[in-house]
């Protein structure tokens, strides 16, 4: 059992040896990326949520 287990280790250090890894730069860009897109997606969130409370606000005070 553990010689399976060490031979699986040894393989996957292998093969993690053989893997193309990005560089410091791309990290950089990808990450700006993601976050300007969070950003995004946040603000188009937010105006829908203040809408959607703006109008439930209206109801109420419409209909009370």
Same mark, same amino acid.
């Given at each position: 059992?553990?010689?399976?287990? =060490?031979?699986?280790?040894?393989?996957? =250090?292998?093969?993690?040896?053989?893997?193309?890894?990005?560089?410091?730069?791309?990290?950089? *860009?990808?990450?700006?990326?993601?976050?300007?897109?969070?950003?995004?997606?946040?603000?188009?969130?937010?105006?829908?949520?203040? *809408?959607?409370? *703006?109008?439930?606000?209206?109801?109420?005070?419409?209909?009370?």
């Amino acid at each position: 059992m553990f010689q399976n287990l =060490r031979q699986f280790f040894a393989e996957a =250090r292998s093969e993690f040896k053989k893997v193309s890894w990005p560089t410091l730069d791309e990290i950089k *860009g990808s990450t700006a990326v993601v976050c300007v897109t969070i950003g995004f997606i946040m603000a188009v969130l937010a105006v829908y949520d203040f *809408g959607i409370m *703006g109008f439930a606000n209206l109801m109420h005070r419409l209909f009370k």
